[in-house]
């Protein structure tokens, strides 16, 4: 993810001293996370916090886009139930349930992939805040001789 790519939001400070977390996105409720940069930042570090940030848009574009599909088609689910029973009807919990039940079905293949990715992403993001934690960890030593 590059910065020229995407807007930033114009709620996320420009200079920081720490990462900073914002408020969720309104269709994907994924928070944006600015990633502090150290100036004395090593290639590993560097590596770990763009993967981190790709990572991120990944996980965003997915849930914004489920999320997308789900109101759309929860919406004329009660819509199409509507014209059927009429339109001061309310729906019942349990016509709900029944969308429910039926959407996560049909997205069950699309979920588990999802699940998949998600933990390769995880597993290689550990790997390499492993080998950044002892580089931090040396960097803090040397501040405190």
Known sequence: MEDSQKP???FLPKHIKENWIGPP?????IRPIR????????VIEKLLREKHANVLEWNHTYWKKHNKAFK?????????LQERQGADTAV????MADFY????????????QYNLQWYGHSARLLGLAGLV??????RALRLLR
Not at 35 to 42: G, K, L, M, R, V
Not at 92 to 95: F, K, L, S, V
Not at 103 to 110: L, P, S
């Open 8 to 10: 930033e939001p114009p």
């Open 25 to 29: 996105d309104p269709v994907s409720k």
């Open 35 to 42: 990633h502090f940069i150290p100036e004395n930042e090593t």
């Open 72 to 80: 759309r088609e929860r919406r004329q689910f009660v819509e199409q």
């Open 92 to 95: 019942t919990d349990d016509q």
């Open 101 to 112: 039940r039926d959407f996560m079905e049909r997205n069950q293949r699309k979920h588990r």
């Open 133 to 138: 934690a002892p580089l931090r960890l040396l």
